[in-house]
T-cell receptor, first 115, second 115 residues
Framework: NAGVMQNPRHLVRRRGQEARLRCSPMKGHSHVYWYRQLPEEGLKFMVYLQKENIIDESGMPKERFSAEFPKEGPSILRIQQVVRGDSAAYFC?????????????FGPGTRLTVL | AQSVTQPDIHITVSEGASLELRCNYSYGATPYLFWYVQSPGQGLQLLLKYFSGDTLVQGIKGFEAEFKRSQSSFNLRKPSVHWSDAAEYFCAVGASGGGADGLTFGKGTHLIIQP
């Protein structure tokens, strides 16, 4: 059973461009979480999605960031008009069930660098 | 809102020595508590978790942690470290009272193993 897949692993964008980060959860998992890790910081929760639904986006910046988890295909985290402060590692995690007591399985992350 | 404090940014331990990594949390009810390990360039791997019951929990790779409600702590321990334990360790708390299912992480402790 393959783990959580994220691609690309590394992404370089210039200021003002768009970044698209993809996450394929583990087989059988319908709950996806996105986290951001700034340098020298812990992970910060961004958004929690189930298939075709955003359940909790309390950690998402109000502008330029959006996330989706369509019925088919991977979850996408989209950052429009990137700025240098968006440079970070973005991790996706998946879980088979709802509830924070369930283990979240993390992907290897996408490291975004904004020039 | 819950929060997690890991007071030690870096810890250096000799191979074969014992280890204790500190974690303090803030949460109004009984929390769900986790320890994750992150190797360089990798995602996070769950070491152990506490939900209820026995306050001493055993995890993978010989790690254990003890939940102390009176001290709001969940310290990670290992009796004898190996060079392969060098990594970043994150303590995290999940909300047991419903609401957001994203985890709240501490800033991490970087473990260095010296020969």
């Amino acid at each position: 059973n393959a783990g959580v897949m994220q691609n690309p692993r590394h992404l370089v964008r210039r200021r003002g461009q768009e970044a698209r980060l993809r996450c394929s959860p583990m087989k059988g998992h319908s709950h996806v979480y996105w986290y951001r890790q700034l340098p020298e910081e812990g992970l910060k929760f961004m958004v929690y999605l189930q298939k075709e639904n955003i359940i909790d986006e309390s950690g998402m910046p109000k502008e330029r960031f959006s996330a989706e988890f369509p019925k088919e295909g991977p979850s996408i985290l989209r950052i429009q008009q990137v700025v240098r402060g968006d440079s970070a590692a973005y991790f996706c995690a998946s879980s088979p069930l709802q509830g924070s007591y369930n283990e979240q399985f993390f992907g290897p992350g996408t490291r975004l660098t904004v020039l | 809102a819950q929060s997690v404090t890991q007071p030690d940014i870096h810890i250096t331990v000799s191979e074969g020595a014992s280890l204790e990594l500190r974690c303090n949390y803030s949460y109004g009810a009984t929390p769900y508590l986790f320890w994750y390990v992150q190797s360089p360039g990798q995602g996070l791997q769950l070491l152990l978790k506490y939900f209820s019951g026995d306050t001493l929990v055993q995890g993978i790779k010989g790690f254990e942690a003890e939940f102390k409600r009176s001290q709001s702590s969940f310290n990670l321990r290992k009796p004898s470290v190996h060079w392969s334990d060098a990594a970043e360790y994150f303590c995290a708390v999940g909300a047991s009272g419903g609401g957001a299912d994203g985890l709240t992480f501490g800033k991490g402790t970087h473990l260095i193993i010296q020969p």
